[in-house]
């Protein structure tokens, strides 16, 4: 489960997975809340996409859009880990480099941004 993070309809998921395959059926599911903090698993009812295989891939790019969030809104993204039956079919699953980012500004941008135009401000009052 990833921390609360800024999510509007541009905000993309994008991470590596990867199996150990060979006729293991290992699963992931991703899952979206926007209930801001919460982490019950009722919250956690959209998901996003999922990603199977019985074969060694590699490590694998995947990516989600979050085209389901109609407002912007703060939420989290959870991870499922599945298998049918795991005496038979379960084995590995890998996930690294999870990145989640969005056109929403963080506040300290909003600060950034802020001290950048006083400074043009103060240069430009202290060469007149």
């Known amino acids: ?22 006729g293991f059926l290992d699963r992931i599911e991703v899952r979206l809340s926007t209930s801001g903090a919460s982490t019950s698993v009722a919250d956690f009812s959209t998901m996003l996409g999922s990603f199977q295989a019985s074969t060694l891939t590699g490590w694998v790019g995947l990516s989600y859009g979050m085209g389901v969030v109609d407002t912007p809104t703060s939420g989290r993204i959870a ?10 079919a379960g084995n590995y699953l890998g996930l690294d480099s999870v990145v989640i980012t969005s056109a929403i500004p963080e506040p300290a941008t909003y600060l950034l941004m802020g001290l950048g135009v006083a400074g043009l401000m103060l240069r430009r009052r202290f060469s007149a």
């Open 1 to 22: 489960m990833t921390p609360v993070v800024a999510l509007d309809s541009s905000a993309m998921l994008s991470f590596l997975v990867q199996t150990a395959g060979n």
């Open 79 to 88: 991870f499922r880990y599945g298998v049918d039956n795991v005496s038979t």
